[in-house]
Nanobody, 132 residues
Framework: QVTPVESGGGSVQSGGSLRLSCVIP??????????MGWFRQAPGKGREGVAV???????TYADSVKGRFTISRDSAEDRIFLQMTSLIPEDTGVYYC????????????????????????WGQGTQVTVSS
């Protein structure tokens, strides 16, 4: 069992940027099918899918972050990133990294839904706070 380790959270003002990183040693570099992504949870709210990247290079974003956030990966370093720009207070929350080796595919499920349900590894989270 591997545990993703997130970093890069912090406090910024509205309009600012942050870059999150998540590493899972050996997860991507060994090849095969995988799906990794980011979720977030704001105070008093449920968990929300943010972005996903797959081994085939496809990416998926929540509508709320499209055009502002970019997910990328470095397979050789077993690391994914979430570049967040034009941050708004609604982006505040704990950001979690998740990973799955089944490809994030499920009947009737979006990619983000599939990852949330099927993930076999979750990180401890990193706090992002955006002030107005």
């Amino acid at each position: 069992q591997v545990t993703p380790v997130e970093s890069g959270g912090g406090s910024v003002q509205s309009g600012g940027s942050l870059r999150l990183s998540c590493v899972i040693p050996g997860y991507m570099s060994r090849g095969g099918t995988y799906c990794m992504g980011w979720f977030r949870q704001a105070p008093g709210k449920g968990r929300e899918g943010v972005a996903v990247t797959k081994n085939d290079g496809t990416t998926t974003y929540a509508d709320s972050v499209k055009g502002r956030f970019t997910i990328s990966r470095d397979s050789a370093e077993d690391r994914i990133f979430l570049q967040m720009t034009s941050l708004i207070p609604e982006d505040t929350g704990v950001y979690y990294c998740a990973a799955d080796r089944k490809g994030c595919v499920g009947s009737g499920l979006t990619t983000l839904q599939a990852l949330e349900i099927m993930a076999d590894a979750w990180g401890q989270g990193t706090q992002v706070t955006v002030s107005s």
